[in-house]
């Protein structure tokens, strides 16, 4: 039965590869780069939220810089904010609420430093001002990212988990209360805490997104500041069954009742959120064969992410392929859109920012999980005006009808593979649903199956054999 799923799972990512090349164009426009050295990284990078043309980077041993991007094709470094004024911690994340930057410092990384958060004034770009800055006590691993809500600033803290910080008065930071989700799930054999970070993060009327790590996605109900509580989990299951490796959740995008996760070298999640209590897979951008492919030779290392909701596309930084668009117009069927970079280039990103029609890439320099060996911010733009008119899945697929269905199809064989067939019908999760002979050239097929995405698969005795998706509404 493991066979059968693994392989199952194989031909799926070719199916997918097969119709994913390059199917809607961006016309991206590379600008300008912003080199910094492997000494002194850049992490990520955000513009300026008040739309002013300013472009601000978390540069890891170099602190806090910030650009004047006026003309994107000669950004001009305007002001530093060193380490030495944030309590000797790297800048790794950043985010923006009016007029103040929050920082999440701490390299995570192969030297790691305690975990801490910084506010930074921007009023004036030019001239930043440190208001104050915080440190998790007994933090040991960095910090991963920040998030602000209202008054309220939620600090990943990789394995000291979620801090909820108060940050009412910009000048005096004050500690709210600290939840360390359990390492207990998913189940593994001897879980090895090193690889449960809170790194990746939502917050959305008090309810923080939580990407854990190997921990999969934790909901953390923070409406009681002093006390979160976890309400909900998520890990594909097909993860660490049977393998027991659960990979990495890294961040979270929230679009409505739907979440796309990204999830290292396993791609792109598509969650309903709609009951956080049970959660469930929607949909899955999963191009090179998670979870029988390996860290150290994956194409895709999916990081940080953003959302275009009026283009449907998910924008993902992939490490060793740079950057890859995922159009989740169906959600159930995520796809690949475009790239920018590629896989031979020996660079790998880690940061994405955008803003309206520009995109900023960070590069790191790094020998694992692949070799990178420039580190800096690529400014791209891209044409917004792109659209797809997309070939419904019927027509893709006209021998089996109707497609989306309710169950019941019929299969038109005849050219293609004949009578004596084996039709075989698999969920998300690569496990068999449906099978049985067909024995004629047109065949009706009557099946009970909930609503979702499927493969199906036709083999006949000559070894002939045809693949696709299959799509239950009911």
Not at 378 to 383: A, E, G, L, N
Not at 386 to 406: C, D, K, R
Not at 420 to 434: A, D, F, Y
């Amino acid at each position: 039965m493991k066979n059968i799923v693994l392989a199952a799972l194989l031909l799926l990512c070719f199916l997918h590869k097969l119709s994913a090349q390059n199917a809607c164009p961006m016309n991206f426009q590379w600008k300008s780069d912003i080199a910094s050295t492997c000494a002194t990284m850049t992490m990520t990078m955000m513009h300026d939220a008040g739309d002013r043309p300013y472009l601000y980077v978390a540069n890891k041993e170099a602190g806090l810089k910030v650009y004047e991007i006026t003309a994107l094709t000669a950004p001009t470094l305007l002001a530093t904010v060193p380490t030495s004024a944030l309590g000797n911690l790297d800048v790794m994340h950043l985010t923006q609420n009016g007029n103040f930057l929050y920082l999440a410092l701490g390299n995570s990384f192969t030297n790691p430093q305690q975990g801490g958060m910084a506010i930074i004034d921007v009023t004036t770009p030019a001239q930043p001002v440190v208001m104050d800055y915080f440190i998790v006590p007994g933090s040991s691993s960095g910090g991963g990212i920040v998030k602000t809500e209202g008054t309220i600033a939620y600090l990943g803290a990789m394995q000291s988990g979620l801090v909820v910080l108060d940050v009412t008065d910009k000048q005096d930071i004050k500690f709210v209360s600290q939840v360390i989700p359990s390492i207990q799930f998913p189940r593994v054999p001897n879980p090895n805490p090193n690889l449960y970070n809170a790194r990746g993060m939502e917050v959305k009327n008090s309810i923080v997104y939580l990407c854990y790590d190997a921990g999969g996605v934790r909901i953390i109900n923070c409406t009681n500041k002093q006390a979160p509580v976890e309400t909900g989990r998520w890990c594909n299951p097909i993860m660490y069954k049977p393998l027991n490796h659960p990979k990495a959740y890294n961040n979270i995008i929230l679009d409505d009742t739907l979440a796309y996760v990204a999830v290292d070298y396993a791609g792109m999640e598509v969650l309903s959120i709609k009951d956080t209590t049970a959660i469930s897979l929607v949909g899955w951008w999963n191009p090179y064969n998670a979870p029988s492919n390996n860290w150290f030779t994956s194409p895709v290392h999916a990081n940080e992410m953003h959302y275009i909701p009026s283009m449907k596309r998910v924008f993902l930084s992939t490490g060793k392929s740079d950057m890859v668009v995922v159009d989740v117009t169906n959600p159930k069927l995520p796809d690949s859109c475009t790239i920018y970079g590629g896989e031979s280039n020996g660079l790998g990103t880690w940061g994405i920012g955008l803003h309206k029609n520009q995109l900023y890439l960070s590069y790191i320099c790094a020998l694992v999980p692949f070799v990178s060996n420039w580190t800096g911010v690529k400014i791209i733009t891209f044409d917004t005006s792109v659209t797809e008119v997309e070939e419904p899945i019927a027509t893709q697929n006209s021998f089996i009808m109707p497609n989306p269905n309710n169950g019941t199809f019929t299969i038109n064989n005849g050219e293609v593979l004949g009578t004596n067939s084996t039709l075989t019908i698999l969920n998300i999760l690569g496990q068999i649903t449906h099978q049985q002979m067909l024995y004629s050239e047109r065949e009706t097929i009557v099946m009970t199956l909930p609503n979702g995405l499927y493969s199906y698969h036709l083999f006949n005795i000559y070894g002939v054999k045809k693949s696709g998706k299959l799509i239950i509404e009911k």
